[in-house]
């Protein structure tokens, strides 16, 4: 069975940074897509950042501030947080296409929340 654990968030002021973390564990035999995903209270859940082997992607809100990593061996990634806003504030759920011993899917951890007070 595959888990998703994120941890990092918290509450902070604008302006600071976090780092959110999200290790992949379980039977895996590989790992495609990594991302980040954020769900506000009353809105849809929005993308906020992915990373392939060959590149990454932001959401608008977030570029020049958000920055994603993954590192490969150790099945994780990372969002680096900085210049953060109060509409920042969210649940940021981590999210992994991966390969078990079944077909790929999707997975998602649990959400961590990050809050911005002005």
């Known amino acids: 069975q595959v888990q998703l654990v994120e941890s990092g968030g918290g509450l902070v002021q604008a302006g600071e940074s976090l780092r959110l973390s999200c290790a992949a564990s379980?039977?895996?035999?590989?790992?495609?897509?990594m991302g980040w995903y954020r769900q506000a209270p009353g809105k849809q859940r929005e993308l906020v950042a992915t990373i392939t082997s060959r590149s990454t992607n932001y959401a608008d809100s977030v570029k020049g501030r958000f920055t994603i990593s993954r590192v490969h061996n150790k099945n994780t990634v990372y969002l680096q947080m900085n210049s953060l806003k109060p509409e920042d504030t969210a649940v940021y759920y981590c999210?992994?296409?991966?390969?078990?011993?079944?077909?790929?899917?999707?997975?998602w951890g649990q959400g961590t929340q990050v809050t911005v007070s002005s």
């Open positions: 379980g039977t895996i035999f590989y790992i495609n897509d």
């Open positions: 999210n992994a296409e991966i390969r078990t011993n079944g077909p790929r899917r999707d997975y």
